[in-house]
């Protein structure tokens, strides 16, 4: 469906630095000050750390021998997990850009993710058909930050091979694992693999819930706003959304392990990724080859209420800021664009909406 009504218009900020496709972007949490962090995965082997609020640039986490696949920053915003086809996922110091910890793997990896209240486990996935789950709390040496307190010698970064890992539901994927996500209540993890979405139970080891969606999953992501910035009046109730895009729609999961189905949609296209507005009721769909658009729907009555027409490739990956007043997509383009999503001054944006240019973030 389409309306008539004229949105307000922003002129997005666009953050250059990539070489090649930008597969996948996240947030940090917000951090005491309200800031905020965005990390993006790239083909260029290259993750980059930016300011969430601004897109200015703040580091690049170098070492990656093959493209990076996903990219995703620590529950304390302290660490951050890269998953690449050099048959590694990485741990990083977000402090320094040093190299904590290479997890070591036998094909690419495509997968990563934190628990939402535990810096200390990440689990991958990716070609191998295996779920795993690292424990880094005896393995990962301190952060720059520990040993500047402690005013010892930092320690060099250690490999870890995936035979300490444990696997969860060996044998179960039949393709391999494009996404990880890790639900609200910490016993419950989901992957994305080919069509299907699986909820595993951590302590059986075992899948507990699975659903075959209509084609490929092009994305499969959490939408949850930071505490401060949430109520029971939002999509939801509060709790994290499931947010998921696969064939021509787009599905909505919530509740304490997200398997109570909110929504689905069929769209006119194919998709490649969504994220949704809890507070906002707002969602943004990014388009699949050959489009470059994505398109923000309202979620009460599925109306389209803006175009965004900016990218020059399929948009891979979208994104919202923990406090809700920004998105973020990346693209096959190689850029990230960020987007207002509130009144008034915020970030870079100082003034009223439409006119001008696009501005680039540094």
């Given at each position: 469906m389409t309306t008539t009504e004229t949105p307000r218009q922003y002129v997005p900020l666009t953050c250059h630095g990539h070489l090649r496709p930008v597969p996948h972007i996240s947030f940090s949490p917000l951090e005491k000050d309200d800031g905020y962090y965005l990390i993006s995965a790239c083909k260029d082997n290259n993750p980059m750390l930016r300011d969430g609020q601004t897109g200015d640039w703040i580091g690049t986490f170098i070492g990656h021998k093959g493209a990076v696949w996903q990219a995703r920053l620590s529950p304390d915003a302290a660490t951050a997990a890269t998953a690449s086809a050099d048959f590694t996922a990485r741990v990083w110091d977000t402090h320094t850009g040093e190299l904590l910890v290479t997890l070591q793997h036998d094909h690419i990896v495509r997968a990563?993710?934190?628990p939402p209240d535990n810096s200390d486990l990440v689990a991958t996935?990716?070609?191998e058909k295996k779920l795993r789950i690292f424990d880094l709390t005896e393995m990962k040496p301190k952060?720059?930050?520990?040993t500047a307190a402690s005013g010892e010698t930092a320690v060099e970064a250690c490999t870890i091979p995936a035979s300490s890992a444990f696997e969860i539901g060996a044998g179960v994927?039949?393709?391999f694992i494009k996404f990880i996500v890790w639900t609200k209540d910490p016993n419950i993890l989901i992957t994305a693999s080919g069509n299907t979405l699986r909820w595993f139970d951590l302590p059986t080891r075992s899948v507990v819930k699975q659903e075959v969606l209509d084609g490929e999953i092009g994305s499969c992501e959490f939408c949850a706003l930071a505490?401060?910035?949430?109520?029971?009046?939002?999509?939801?109730?509060?709790?994290p959304v499931l947010a998921v895009a696969a064939g021509k729609f787009i599905y909505f999961w919530?509740?304490?392990r997200a398997m109570d189905e909110l929504k689905r949609t069929k769209l006119g296209y194919k998709v490649a990724s969504v994220a949704l507005d809890p507070r906002g009721r707002k969602i943004v769909v990014g388009e699949d080859n050959p489009a470059t658009w994505a398109r923000v729907y309202r979620w009460d009555d599925d109306v389209e209420i803006d175009i965004h027409k900016g990218h020059h490739g399929p948009v891979w990956s979208v994104a919202f800021s923990p406090d809700g007043k920004l998105y973020a997509t990346g693209s096959e383009d190689g850029t990230i664009k960020l987007w207002k999503n509130c009144e008034g001054f915020y970030g870079l944006w100082r003034g009223g909406a439409g006119g001008?240019?696009?501005r680039n973030a540094e």
């Open positions: 990563v993710a934190y996935g990716g070609y952060s720059a930050l520990e994927h039949t393709t505490p401060d910035h949430t109520s029971q009046a939002d999509i939801g109730g509060g709790l919530g509740g304490q001008g240019t696009e």
